[in-house]
């Protein structure tokens, strides 16, 4: 397209757009486009009229006439671009009217002009916006009852301007009409699929938010039903991670370095969850927390959440070799059973319950940095997989002594 080309669609878009205002939604923005270009064809109507009437006539009134009523036809751009939307649909409605009642009374019937009356009977509901689809039914009504009235009593309708050949007037009434309802319906076509697609657009943004929030199962339930039962899973894995010294370090930093930090490794440790198809469930301050086996029965969740604290702990190693600041991280691991669910009406938050995530904090808080400390359960589970180191026996607070193993990443 040349730069002549894309000026000329600039402009004739930013006729197109007079009134909008960025609060729109887009069925308003769809019958404001349509009000302005049914406007600019309603103007172009006169002008045609006008042209054809300096070959066949030099009659002043129906150069005024059709100067006037362009006049009146333009006046709805301006009412939109004040942002009064009803009076400028009202006021295209009327041009158009008045238009008819004109024609008929200097042409007559026989001039073709009742036509135009169809394209009065379905512009309101193209131009009017919700809020005043009365007033369009009124003046629908009214294009109806004053077509019905021109045909039964055509005979009363003559011409008060014997200048036109009334042939030539029908071939340019009916051919300017129907080429009008063309790309009227043509426009509100494209309008429609743009909205369609934007829509579209908007829903999949929306839907890719829901899923960074909530699993597919839970989205499924709340569109389908507006709630979510919570669910048991007998065997699932459960992954904890903490960084040491977090208390210091928020200390020793700004606010926006810290959140920034986070950010950055955080964001890293969503794509391991990713990649090792974890579902990720929280964060809490500098905890990270996720579990394997929650959307589908899997056997092979323990070893999912042992490969991802393995690549994360070396995200983090790979890190610290190339930043200030040193992040140095705990793991812990266990394997049982939970129940899943939403909690809240607002702002939802799906959650984990059960003793397994009270256990796989146990697991972390009782590890070593740069470990993975993981507990019978899971080990019983990863055994045949990976080397463990016993650690025997390891109190945990609130839980007693549990037996915990550390991953051999040697």
């Not at 369009?136 to 004053?146: E, G, N, P």
């Not at 071939?171 to 699929?193: G, W």
């Not at 979510?228 to 700004?254: C, Q, W, Y």
């Not at 490969?307 to 890190?319: D, F, G, N």
């Amino acid at each position: 397209m040349s730069i002549y080309d894309k000026n000329k669609s600039r402009f004739f878009q930013r006729i197109v757009d007079i009134g909008a205002e960025y609060n729109f939604s887009i069925t308003e923005l769809r019958y404001l486009r349509v009000t302005n270009i049914a406007s600019l064809l309603g103007v172009v109507y006169n002008v045609t009229w006008m042209l054809i009437a300096l070959f066949l006539t030099d009659a002043l009134i129906i150069y005024g006439s059709n100067t006037f009523l362009g006049l009146m036809f333009l006046m709805a751009l301006i009412f939109n671009w004040k942002g009064l939307r009803v009076l400028a649909s009202v006021w295209l409605i009327l041009a158009s009217y008045m238009s008819v009642l004109l024609f008929l009374y200097l042409l007559g019937f026989s001039s073709g002009v009742a036509v135009v009356c169809f394209l009065i009977i379905i512009l309101p509901y193209m131009t009017f916006p919700r809020k005043a689809r009365n007033i369009a039914h009124v003046f629908s009504i009214l294009a109806c009852l004053t077509l019905i009235a021109t045909v039964i009593f055509q005979s009363n309708i003559k011409s008060h301007f014997g200048g036109l050949d009334p042939y030539i007037s029908q071939i340019v009434n009916i051919s300017i009409t129907a080429l009008i309802c063309f790309i009227l319906i043509a426009s509100m076509s494209i309008l429609i699929d743009q909205s369609e697609e934007s829509l579209m657009v908007e829903q999949k943004k929306s839907d890719d938010l829901l899923h960074n929030i909530l699993p597919a199962n839970i989205i499924r339930d709340l569109k389908e039903s507006g709630k979510t039962i919570p669910k048991r899973h007998k065997n699932i894995t459960v992954l904890f991670t903490d960084f040491e010294g977090f208390t210091n370090l928020v200390a020793s930093m700004s606010a926006i370095t810290l959140v920034n930090e986070l950010n950055d490794i955080f964001g890293r440790f969503d794509e391991i969850m990713e990649e090792t198809k974890v579902e990720k469930i929280e964060t809490i301050g500098d905890a990270y927390m996720a579990a394997c086996g929650l959307e589908k029965e899997t056997i092979n969740h323990a070893t999912n959440c042992i490969k991802a604290a393995q690549k994360m702990l070396s995200y983090l190693e790979e890190r610290n070799q190339s930043h200030v600041i040193k992040w140095r991280m705990r793991v812990g691991i266990h394997s049982g059973s939970v129940v899943a669910g939403v909690v809240g009406k607002k702002k939802f938050a799906y959650d984990l319950f059960g003793d397994t995530i009270n256990t796989a904090s146990r697991m972390e808080s009782a590890g070593e940095v740069g470990k993975i400390n993981i507990s019978s359960s899971t080990y019983e589970l990863i055994k045949n997989e990976f080397s463990c180191i016993s650690r025997g026996k390891i109190h945990a607070k609130g839980k007693g002594k549990l037996d915990m193993y550390f991953l051999n990443q040697t």
